[in-house]
């Protein structure tokens, strides 16, 4: 392995898709792909390697017992043919990473940019934080209860909307809680326990996650000397939060870590589709889609 470049991990992915049911050469994958992302800030954690190699564990258990009837959907949603379109999955980790080495330059010079911050939180809960937790949920399910769950049904809700953080956080540790998670070794299961109730941080907790994506989305925060209130409305029933621009950088590296682990998990994923399916990459301009 060339740890660091990108010759690296091409070789352990041309490696993970030829044996996409070795849990080691798909945890290989994954464990580059997050020290690639979190580049200077990587610290060697055993506990991440941990949670990880659960990620692993689930993609081989999903994907030796996925329904071949499952396939054809897997393709269309991911070609982005299917009902909805996941932009995040496709992105190159380095569009991902880039904005926030801006910021921290700009952090490093004592130039407050809790704006940009808070569109950077948004752009990652949804992109990558979102989908790839609703992702893990579906394997999960695969792994234990019904290999012919198709994966459009998992990301979307009976009226159509895709499905919420709270529901990927909430559902998988229904699922850990279970002795249906004996799949995973033990130490997997009590450090995925612990990286899904404690998303988030001290000062923000991790039940509000699910809902900062839609008020920053909205506009639903106004600036103020020093920081930003978030949560305006509906006025009478807001939890309504006021964060300085220290809580708020600290809430963007700690999204960003998030992110990287699950952008880890995402890389994994694609791969063991592939082995399954074949090229999934979608031609981005065809006919139908152009205005």
Do not use: C
């Amino acid at each position: 392995m060339t740890d660091g470049n990108g010759q690296g991990f091409g070789k352990l992915w041309d490696e993970a898709i030829l044996d996409p049911l070795n849990k080691e050469k798909m945890f290989n994958l994954g464990f580059l792909m997050y020290k690639l992302l979190m580049g200077a800030d990587y610290k060697s954690d055993k506990s991440n390697e941990h949670i990880i190699g659960g990620f692993a564990e689930l993609l081989t258990e999903a994907f030796s017992k996925v329904s071949d009837d499952v396939l054809p959907d897997l393709k269309r949603s991911l070609s982005y043919d299917g009902a909805f379109v996941e932009p995040g999955i496709w992105e190159s980790p380095q569009f991902r990473v880039f904005p926030h080495l801006l910021l921290e330059e700009s952090l490093k010079k004592g130039e407050a940019q809790t704006l940009l911050e808070l569109l950077m939180i948004a752009h990652d809960l949804e992109a990558y934080v979102r989908p790839n937790l609703l992702r893990i949920v579906w394997l999960a399910k695969l792994s234990t209860e019904n290999p012919t769950i198709l994966y459009s049904f998992s990301q979307l809700k009976g009226d159509g909307e895709q499905g919420s953080i709270g529901y990927g956080i909430d559902g998988m540790i229904k699922w850990l809680n279970s002795n249906k998670s004996d799949i995973l070794s033990t130490t997997e299961k009590e450090e995925l326990i612990q990286f899904y109730t404690s998303i988030g941080t001290r000062d923000i907790p991790s039940s509000l996650l699910s809902e900062l994506r839609n008020w920053i989305v909205h506009r639903d925060f106004i600036m103020i000397d020093g920081g930003v209130i978030i949560n305006l409305h509906p006025a009478e029933s807001a939890k309504r939060i006021q964060a300085t621009t220290v809580q708020i950088t600290e809430l963007r590296r700690t999204t960003l870590g998030l992110a990287a682990l699950l952008k880890a998990f995402n890389s994994m994923f694609l791969a063991s589709v592939v082995s399954k399916v074949g090229d999934i990459a979608p031609s981005f301009i065809k006919p139908r889609h152009r205005m």
